[in-house]
């Protein structure tokens, strides 16, 4: 009887095979004195020792734990509202819906004394509430007391507050941007390795720590919605993307910064390479079936407060209905549906509020520093604001509706929300987050670390935060503000505690104009941060250096709109562009 043939070990997949020679991805720089290979910057040096000996299934939880100690470690911080009265910030508004919607009737939780932090996002945000609630209750029911516990200030609270972030963004968010990377890696011939470095950069964005562990919120479980919407864009199942975004404008409405290019995006599917009838009616009967089975758990606990016969004759018409010319039946049996629907979409779009409530990087707030705004009727203000919005969106709508190639979907989510971001009404400082989330995770793509993408995306960065510092300023975040936005930046190699994605590379490199343009961006925002701390503002201007930021902010984020808008038309090909010229034009 023969023998056993000797035990062969698996060969071993290079998954960096021939990487030591791309020096064009740019993580490898070549030292011209030697004329050897180096780590181009830092966060590749620290990743050195993983490149093609260590499985990724090593690398990504070590990844994730330091990913989760700097969130846990800005969590020790203050709070938007610590002992803040009167509103309290953030923080209480979080509290308070978890407290309504585990102690009131669902018919209650869009009408509850609206002036203290009335319940204003989706339902999929109040089912997130009502489910951290229940648990935090369990823990400690004086936490959620109705009425009670408002403004509570309890050590304990603000730990297991902190752990429904971290435990949130551990569930939808993280998972969403690994399979988003591994998928669009793929997609754009990036190795694993470098595809580790970008989900670094990605998973260490100071303004999105800043804000959900700093601040305090949950805007990543909407981004990672939106981030699996794209990863399935990538791959090829449109009506999983739709389901997703469907989550996503379910847990929060500015979600609908990215719906234009979700729609013309999908649309083009069903249109290109030719007409797809099939695929335009799945995609609408699943985006619809989605809507619904987002408000169903609302709509049966309507029914099931009807049935309990839950007072709701005394609540206020809505203005949506009141602005309806129908004589309403407040004794038909659908009507407390309707009132509570139409209640729910009042609260989420607050068109009474104006057209920006706080100093804001727009370019609204931008005109309303030289040229006061407030003197013109709001809905002309609204008007305004919805032609300057469809003017920057139409674009990059039009691209990926006429070419909807998988490649182009980050940088068309990214300049789509650029365009929301800068002309759009209502927004906030934190929506930076939107654009900064699809036009960072391109450090992903082909060429995605070499200079001429690095610097762009720093830049975005780095901006989309300092603009944000009044905000995180009022919260006591100073400290973890510096730290964890240096840090990024040294990783990076970006200004101001390094300039290496601004020397002269073999390639990748960036034009003397960018040079010259970036740099001064960043000279502005270290001078800024240098007045403000040591010189108090004028007496009768005392928002000034605020204001000063907002119009720098503004003027930045145009410039990284019309960059992304540029780099979308040229990768699509509109035009028939041959791809080799794509990364002379890059930047």
Same mark, same amino acid.
């Given at each position: 009887?023969?023998?056993?043939?000797?035990?062969?070990?698996?060969?071993?997949?290079? &998954?960096?095979?021939?990487?030591?020679?791309?020096?064009?991805?740019?993580?490898?720089?070549?030292?011209?004195?030697?004329?050897?290979?180096?780590?181009?910057?830092?966060?590749?040096?620290?990743?050195?020792?993983?490149?093609?000996?260590?499985?990724?299934?090593?690398?990504?939880?070590?990844?994730?734990?330091?990913?989760?100690?700097?969130?846990?470690?800005?969590?020790?911080?203050?709070?938007?509202?610590?002992?803040?009265?009167?509103?309290?910030?953030?923080?209480?508004?979080?509290?308070?819906?978890?407290?309504?919607?585990?102690?009131?009737?669902?018919?209650?939780?869009?009408?509850? =004394?609206?002036?203290?932090?009335?319940?204003?996002?989706?339902?999929?945000?109040?089912?997130?509430?009502?489910?951290?609630?229940?648990?935090?209750?369990?823990?400690?029911?004086?936490?959620?007391?109705?009425?009670?516990?408002?403004?509570?200030?309890?050590?304990?609270?603000?730990?297991?507050?902190?752990?429904?972030?971290?435990?949130?963004?551990?569930?939808?968010?993280?998972?969403?941007?690994?399979?988003?990377?591994?998928?669009?890696?793929?997609?754009?011939?990036?190795?694993?390795?470098?595809?580790? +470095?970008?989900?670094?950069?990605?998973?260490?964005?100071?303004?999105?720590?800043?804000? =959900?562990?700093?601040?305090?919120?949950?805007?990543?479980?909407?981004?990672?919605?939106?981030?699996?919407?794209?990863?399935?864009?990538?791959?090829?199942?449109?009506?999983?993307?739709?389901?997703?975004?469907?989550?996503?404008?379910?847990?929060?409405?500015?979600?609908?910064?990215?719906?234009?290019?979700?729609?013309?995006?999908?649309?083009?599917?069903?249109?290109?390479?030719?007409?797809?009838?099939?695929?335009?009616?799945?995609?609408?009967? +699943?985006?619809?079936?989605?809507?619904?089975?987002?408000?169903?758990?609302?709509?049966?606990? &309507?029914?099931?407060?009807?049935?309990?016969?839950?007072?709701?004759?005394?609540?206020?018409?809505?203005?949506?209905?009141?602005?309806?010319?129908?004589?309403?039946?407040?004794?038909?049996?659908?009507?407390?549906?309707?009132?509570?629907?139409?209640?729910?979409?009042?609260?989420?779009?607050?068109?009474?509020?104006?057209?920006?409530? =706080?100093?804001?990087?727009?370019?609204?707030?931008?005109?309303?520093?030289?040229?006061?705004?407030?003197?013109?009727?709001?809905?002309?203000?609204?008007?305004?604001?919805?032609?300057?919005?469809?003017?920057?969106?139409?674009?990059?709508?039009?691209?990926?509706?006429?070419?909807?190639?998988?490649?182009?979907?980050?940088?068309?989510?990214?300049?789509?929300?650029?365009?929301?971001?800068?002309?759009?009404?209502?927004?906030?400082? /934190?929506?930076?987050?939107?654009?900064?989330?699809?036009?960072?995770?391109?450090?992903?793509?082909? *060429?995605?670390?070499?200079?001429?993408?690095?610097?762009?995306?720093?830049?975005?960065?780095?901006?989309?935060?300092?603009?944000?510092?009044?905000?995180?300023?009022?919260?006591?975040?100073?400290?973890?503000?510096?730290?964890?936005?240096?840090?990024?930046?040294?990783?990076?190699?970006?200004?101001?505690?390094?300039?290496?994605?601004?020397?002269?590379?073999?390639?990748?490199?960036?034009?003397?104009?960018? /040079?010259?343009?970036?740099?001064?961006?960043?000279?502005?925002?270290?001078?800024?941060?240098?007045?403000?701390?040591?010189?108090?503002?004028?007496? =009768?201007?005392?928002?000034?250096?605020?204001?000063?930021?907002?119009?720098?902010?503004?003027? *930045?984020?145009?410039?990284?709109?019309?960059?992304?808008?540029?780099?979308?038309?040229?990768?699509?090909?509109?035009?028939?562009?041959?791809?080799?010229?794509?990364?002379?034009?890059?930047?």
């Amino acid at each position: 009887m023969a023998s056993p043939q000797a035990h062969k070990p698996r060969r071993r997949r290079k &998954i960096e095979e021939g990487s030591l020679a791309l020096v064009a991805h740019g993580t490898l720089d070549l030292d011209q004195s030697t004329n050897a290979r180096k780590p181009a910057f830092p966060l590749v040096a620290f990743l050195w020792p993983a490149k093609g000996t260590v499985s990724q299934w090593v690398t990504i939880p070590l990844i994730l734990m330091a990913a989760g100690l700097f969130r846990w470690s800005t969590g020790l911080w203050s709070y938007s509202g610590f002992q803040s009265p009167p509103m309290h910030g953030d923080f209480e508004a979080q509290r308070h819906w978890m407290e309504i919607t585990t102690q009131l009737p669902v018919s209650q939780w869009y009408f509850h =004394d609206l002036e203290w932090w009335g319940l204003d996002y989706p339902p999929l945000t109040a089912y997130h509430s009502w489910l951290l609630g229940v648990i935090g209750s369990a823990i400690n029911p004086a936490w959620f007391a109705l009425a009670k516990s408002r403004a509570l200030d309890d050590p304990s609270l603000k730990i297991y507050m902190r752990a429904t972030v971290l435990v949130s963004e551990y569930f939808i968010y993280i998972p969403a941007v690994i399979i988003f990377l591994r998928r669009y890696s793929r997609l754009e011939r990036v190795n694993v390795w470098e595809a580790s +470095i970008a989900l670094v950069a990605i998973l260490m964005q100071p303004a999105t720590i800043l804000i =959900d562990h700093g601040h305090f919120q949950y805007n990543t479980v909407m981004l990672g919605f939106a981030t699996a919407t794209m990863s399935s864009m990538v791959a090829g199942r449109p009506l999983w993307s739709c389901v997703f975004f469907v989550g996503a404008l379910g847990f929060k409405q500015m979600a609908l910064f990215y719906a234009p290019v979700v729609f013309a995006y999908l649309l083009g599917l069903c249109l290109s390479p030719r007409i797809n009838v099939v695929r335009f009616l799945a995609i609408a009967a +699943i985006t619809a079936v989605s809507f619904l089975l987002l408000y169903l758990p609302f709509i049966l606990g &309507i029914v099931y407060d009807m049935y309990r016969s839950v007072p709701q004759k005394d609540l206020p018409l809505p203005p949506l209905l009141a602005s309806l010319p129908v004589a309403w039946n407040e004794d038909a049996w659908y009507f407390p549906v309707v009132l509570q629907l139409a209640q729910s979409v009042h609260r989420i779009f607050p068109f009474a509020r104006g057209l920006f409530e =706080d100093k804001v990087a727009n370019i609204w707030c931008t005109i309303h520093t030289f040229h006061k705004l407030h003197r013109y009727p709001s809905a002309l203000l609204q008007r305004a604001a919805l032609v300057a919005t469809s003017a920057a969106i139409l674009p990059p709508c039009l691209i990926v509706f006429l070419k909807p190639k998988k490649n182009l979907v980050p940088l068309a989510f990214a300049t789509t929300s650029w365009g929301f971001f800068l002309c759009s009404y209502q927004v906030h400082e /934190k929506n930076v987050l939107l654009p900064l989330l699809p036009m960072t995770v391109l450090l992903s793509g082909e *060429g995605g670390l070499v200079p001429s993408i690095r610097a762009w995306v720093g830049l975005a960065n780095l901006l989309g935060v300092w603009s944000m510092f009044p905000l995180l300023k009022r919260d006591e975040l100073r400290v973890p503000y510096f730290v964890i936005t240096l840090l990024w930046a040294y990783l990076l190699g970006l200004p101001p505690v390094s300039l290496s994605a601004y020397h002269d590379t073999s390639t990748g490199g960036l034009t003397l104009l960018t /040079k010259i343009l970036h740099l001064n961006i960043y000279l502005v925002m270290v001078s800024w941060h240098v007045v403000e701390a040591f010189i108090s503002p004028p007496s =009768d201007k005392p928002d000034l250096w605020i204001v000063a930021n907002a119009v720098v902010g503004a003027g *930045g984020f145009g410039i990284c709109y019309l960059w992304c808008l540029w780099n979308l038309f040229w990768k699509s090909e509109l035009l028939g562009q041959q791809k080799e010229k794509e990364k002379g034009k890059a930047q």
